[in-house]
């Protein structure tokens, strides 16, 4: 067997905080050979991200390698001195990061970002540069890249700005590309097509990827071998299919059960504890509102919002209808831009509608104002995608739980702290976070405050927008199993907002997906998995991740 191209041996990380060092990568060894693909997969706080800042010498300023070898090439990276590692960075080992937001020039057009590496590092003429960056932004799948070329990022997609960082990566033709979570903010059609790329490069010129993700889903359809890391150390590797079919580690095992396109079909509801509650007194009071039999707790009917932009108009509800199912979920799906935010946004009233009609248990509600709307919040809570924004900072999770309690004048202050205290237990939090601010929270944890809050007054109705999107795979697994065993406990209803259909499947009872502001795809959710009727519905089931290569 040929010698690998990167050759890590007991590679150790340690980070400088308060005047002590933390070890926080524990003697990590790997090889990555010419023309494969080696996922290196794990959960934040992992040591994945660390890893491949290491191997490039870019760790932040309180880190360092405090131990081990980087061999690439016959020289040990870990050791090199700075000028001559100048000289490998970009033309020999070139680096994707995940936010390309903040990692390309906002001052400098896309062009002459690949240009500058390119008359860095190949000593290139001005004009010879200009012309082979458009070239590039061709081969990594950009459409008319003479006009990108010339183009801010700003003025780019998402996806776009992603494929110009591979460009970047890719400009002086590399040994190896170091990809950190290059698809992780991406819809799963964009992140597809990103991947495509990255695959294609390497079909192409034989160069090798050290993958970092904490999708084992993606690794599943992208990586020849898996390398799965927790908690700064290596607990499992081997062939992906290996890995998949037969993982040995209990974490491992987790990340596979967790990953949504590596399990099928939707979550069933895990028996609650038998424990009589507070809780449940706000929801025998909703039981006693009035209720007009209506067979849908919401219904939105012809919906259509004109949004104005720089130059013109944008269209980002037109003629929009679906109903919720009293007691069951139903999802909206799309990609960014496809309208199914605005129109969850229309359904709570949080924005009004040029025009059409929303319902909610059969009463218009469309036009409510004042403290009729204050009135329905009572029955229709949000829980938004990111907690950490929708939490108020100063605020411990006691006090963030019961403000809407506070809000409608429910119980007294030692009634409130009792039901705060039940309804932690409910999503499942130790009773002790009460006392902590959101900054002190995992982001699963802020999560599941969200959700109690949304809980306090016993709504009928919760409208979920993203709400695990910036999460981990396994800690995205357990917020929908809370969210299908609450709804299984109290009858709740769900509106839930996904660019993903590989979550909504594990949750959804009805579907409507949604493109460029118009439903074009709706029905129960396993027809619409089973035989989709619409190519944009088709093209989301194929980007699902992991089942590339089913």
């Known amino acids: 067997m040929t010698a690998p191209l990167l050759k890590v041996e007991d590679l150790r990380v340690e980070y400088a905080t308060r005047g002590r060092s933390a070890e926080v990568v524990h003697g990590v060894s790997f090889d990555v050979h010419a023309g494969k693909v080696v996922a290196l997969v794990g959960e934040s706080g992992s040591g994945k991200s660390t890893v491949s800042q290491a191997l490039i010498r870019r760790l932040p300023e309180n880190g360092r390698v405090s131990g081990g070898a980087i061999h690439f090439a016959g020289e040990d990276l870990a050791r090199l001195p700075e000028r001559m590692l100048r000289k490998v960075r970009g033309a020999q080992i070139g680096f994707v990061p995940q936010d390309p937001g903040s990692s390309l020039n906002p001052l400098m057009r896309v062009g002459e970002q690949i240009a500058e590496t390119l008359r860095i590092h190949r000593r290139m003429p001005r004009a010879a540069a200009a012309a082979r960056a458009v070239q590039i932004l061709d081969e990594v799948g950009i459409p008319e890249p003479a006009l990108r070329a010339t183009q801010y990022p700003h003025e780019l997609s998402g996806g776009l700005r992603q494929r110009a960082l591979i460009g970047i990566a890719w400009a002086c033709g590399p040994q190896l590309v170091i990809a950190d979570e290059p698809t992780s903010a991406l819809d799963v059609t964009v992140q597809r097509h990103v991947l495509d790329q990255l695959d294609q490069l390497v079909a192409d010129h034989g160069t090798a990827v050290l993958l970092i993700t904490h999708d084992l889903a993606v690794a599943a359809d992208r990586a020849d071998e898996i390398i799965v890391m927790y908690r700064g150390e290596i607990v499992e590797r081997g062939a992906t ?310």
């Open 241 to 550: 299919a290996d890995v998949l079919s037969a993982p040995s580690h209990e974490y491992t095992r987790r990340l596979v059960a967790a990953a949504p396109g590596l399990r099928q079909g939707r979550l069933t509801p895990q028996a609650p504890d038998a424990v009589e509650s507070g809780v449940f007194a706000a929801f025998r009071e909703r039981e006693m509102r009035p209720q007009s039999g209506s067979d849908s707790i919401l219904e939105v009917r012809s919906l259509s919002k004109t949004y104005g932009v720089r130059g013109g108009s944008f269209l980002a509800a037109d003629d929009v209808s679906f109903a919720v199912p009293r007691g069951q979920t139903l999802s909206i799906v799309g990609e960014s831009g496809s309208g199914k935010t605005t129109s969850a946004r229309i359904a709570a009233r949080l924005v009004s509608a040029d025009s059409g009609t929303v319902l909610l248990d059969g009463t218009d509600i469309t036009h409510a104002r004042g403290e009729e709307l204050r009135q329905l919040r009572r029955r229709m809570q949000v829980v938004y995608q990111n907690p950490f924004g929708s939490l108020d900072p100063r605020m411990t999770v006691e006090r963030i739980v019961s403000e809407p309690l506070r809000s409608f004048r429910i119980g007294d202050r030692a009634s409130q702290a009792s039901l705060v205290r039940d309804l932690l237990e409910r999503v499942r939090l130790a009773p002790e976070l009460a006392d902590r601010r959101p900054v002190e929270l995992s982001g699963g944890q802020r999560q599941r405050v969200a959700i109690a809050r949304a809980l306090a007054i016993g709504p009928e109705l919760m409208i979920l927008d993203e709400p695990v999107s910036a999460l981990d795979v396994s800690v995205q697994e357990q917020i929908l199993q809370l969210l299908v065993d609450l709804q299984a406990e109290f009858g709740l209803s769900y509106l839930f907002i996904s660019h993903d259909l590989g979550v909504v499947s594990q949750i959804s009872d009805r579907i409507v997906v949604m493109q460029k502001g118009r439903v074009v795809e709706s029905g129960d959710a396993e027809r619409v998995f089973a035989e989709p009727a619409h190519d944009y519905t088709r093209e989301l089931i194929a980007a699902i991740p992991g089942t590339q290569r089913a």
